[in-house]
C-alpha cells in the first residue's frame, strides 16, 4: 500500500535521543565535526546535542519510507571554507538526497562509504582539494542526477560507465582527468556535460549525436582534443550553448550545424579550423554569439556580420581588419591537407 504523504497523528519532536535514524545521523555528522581541522567560519559551531535538525546547514523532512519518522535529507555546507577529510561514516546518512560541500579545503578522497547514500540526488564537492583517481563509487549511486566534482585535484582516467547514467548534469571540468571520450559518450542522458580543462585524447565520438533530444550545453574548452569535428555534432537540435575553444581542431565547420536550431551561443576560437564558414550557421535563428577567431578561416557570409556578437579576427578572411598576416596564412595553406574519417576523426596514415 502506498504511505500517505504525511503522518496521521502528531508526534513529539524527533531528535538522535528518540529515533534511532536520527541517532546514526548523529553519529555521522558528529564525525564530519571530528574530520574538519579548520572551520573559520564557525559554521559547525552549534553541532551540539541530539537535535540534528537543528544543526547549521543540516535540512530534515518526513522518511520517504515513513511519513511519521524524520530524516536527515540534506547536508549544505557550501562557500564554507571548512579544510578536512570526508568520514566514512558519513555513509550513516541513507536518507540524504542533497550532499553541497563545494568551495570547502577538503582533501583526501570521497569515502568509501558512499555507496550506501542510495537516495542521494545531488552530489556537489566541487572547488576542493580532493585528490586521487576519479570517484568510482559515483557509479554505485542508483539515483544521483547532479554530479559536480570539479575544480578538484583529481587524476587519471574517467571510466565510461559514468556516460550510461541517467545523470542530468555532469561537471568534471579543471581536473587532471586524462582520457578519451569513449564511444558509449553519446548514451548520456545529461542536458549539461562540462569537459573543460582536462586532458581529452582523441576525437568527439560520432555518437554525440545520439544526445540530440537531451543536450543543452557541452563545454569542451581547452581540453586537449585533436580531431574534426564529427558531422554527427548537428544532429544536436536541443543545443543552446557549443564552446569547443582552445583547441586542435582542424578541418572545417560541417555543413550539418545548420540544424542546431536552438543553438544560442557557439565558441570555436583558437583552433586550426579552416574553409569557409557555413552560411547556415550564421542563419540559426537563435544563435547571438558567434566566436571563430583564432583559426584559419578564409570566407564568411555576410549574414555572420549581421549577428549580435560575432568575432572573427585573426583568420585569414581577406578585405576584413585584424587577420594574420599573410605569410601565417600562406604557410597554413601549404600545409598537408587534413584527412579526416567520416566521423571526424583524424586519419591515421
Known sequence: ALLCSACPVPLPKQ?????????????????????ITDDPKNLTGNWCGPDVCAYFGVFCAPSLDDPCARAVAGVDLNHGDLAGTLPFELGHLTDLAVLHLNSNRFAGGLPDSLPKLSLLHELDVSNNLLSGGFPQHILCLPNVKYVDIRFNNLCGPVPPAIFDKKIDALFINDNHFDFELPENFGNSPASVIVLA??????????SVGRMGATLNELVMLNSGIRSCIPPEIGWLRELTVLDVSFNQLQGTLPES???MHALEQLDVAHNELAGHIPEGICALPRLA??????????????????????????NCIAG??????????????????????????????
Open 320 to 349: 576584413r581588419p585584424d587577420q594574420r598576416p599573410a605569410d601565417q596564412c600562406l604557410a597554413f595553406l601549404h600545409r598537408p591537407p587534413v584527412h579526416c574519417d567520416g566521423h571526424g576523426c583524424l586519419a591515421q596514415h
Open 15 to 35: 531528535t538522535a535521543d528518540n529515533s534511532p535514524r536520527l541517532q546514526r545521523a548523529y553519529v555521522a555528522l558528529q564525525a564530519l565535526k571530528r574530520a
Open 197 to 206: 580543462n582536462l586532458r581529452l585524447r582523441g576525437c568527439i565520438p560520432a
Open 257 to 259: 550545424m545548420a540544424g
Open 289 to 314: 554569439n558567434f566566436t571563430y577567431s583564432y583559426n584559419y578561416f578564409c570566407g564568411e557570409p555576410e549574414r555572420c556580420m549581421a549577428l549580435r556578437r560575432n568575432d572573427d579576427r585573426q
